[in-house]
């Protein structure tokens, strides 16, 4: 997909990618500036670590500099590398005012003064794929809220202070579907899920939230990951093992998803699912494991396709900019895809951060 332009008011909005990471957001603004006016300029960093993602965006309020300017910047070498720049996707998805409701089970729990340097390891366990960690802490940057955090190894890989990407893949995902031919529309729950990573269960959540769905599998590779979950020890782990139509699941879904000639063995046993939502790896370029690589070809993606019914969706997260390269990838294999920024806030950096949703279809019958 590449990106559009879009207006506010009469400014147009530029997106610039393949920036340098050391690149800072007022050498970005200074090479606009050169063009004509800037309104604003916006230079979107890692969730996680708060450096630069290679890539921003820039308002300028007078659409013929900013012309002028994309013209002259696109396929400019900084440091090496060759920048692109574009009119800016207009299917960006960003919470809105009224989602702050959702947006607050990004701090579960209410600060108290009792909540004050609250540090608990609540578990820690050795598997085959490094030691796992849960950790139930306060962070004073943020008046001391509760903050749930997985590691493996010395790697995050989930805080409950960024969801909203995560909800935002259901969300999607589910719309694909409802947009698609495989819903006819009717009151009664349709659609059989899968999920790919369980983490801190948002995605499930979101998934569960919606009355629309007649099953899901969550399925994870780690046993102290659905052990938490089954215990109550994160937040959503009550809601997710209380609802009947939630299965967790203990498996490899490489190994499901990717397998020939079987369908994911859920519920309704040897039956294609309407979708599958997958956030395991950082990005389909950078993985948890290098054994992950595979599954990001076309015949592996063709033999997840066959496990999804006719019109059905494949929602795919990560943590890098949109990669016309992953979209390509898909659209090889599905009728149509589509990858959608979430944007989101960052209170560690006081800044938007921000991921990529891809969104694939299957054609109907
Ligand atoms: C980033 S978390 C998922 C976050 C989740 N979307 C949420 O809303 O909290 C990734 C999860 O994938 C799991 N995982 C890693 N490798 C896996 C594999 N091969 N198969 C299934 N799950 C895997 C990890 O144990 C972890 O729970």
Redesign the pocket.
Known sequence: MSALLFCYGTAMKILIRNLPRSTTQAEVQALFEAHGKVQSCTLVMDSKTGESKGFGFVEMPKPGHARAAMKSLNGTEIAGNRIRVKKAEPKTVTPKAEETPDNARLIPETPTTKSRNVFEELDFQSTP?GD?SLRRRSEPKLNHAIVYE?K?GDEF??SSLF?ES?IQ?ARLGLAALKSGPAYSGGSEPCFDIV??????????HAVLEDPAVRSLQV????QP?IGWHRQGLVPLGKALVDDPRCRLVH????ALAGAQDNYFNGQHHDQPVHAVLL??DHSPTHW??EG?QSFYTSPSLQHLAEKIHPGGAFGL?SNDPPDDNVTSLLESVFRTCQSHVVTFPNPYTGKDASCTVYIASKAGE
């Open positions: 794929l796992i997985v493996l890989l989930m969801t995560e893949l999920v790919g990573g369980l983490g801190l269960g948002y995605t499930a399925i994870d590779i780690m990951v498996a490899d879904f490489f956030d395991i948890l494991n992950n997260w």
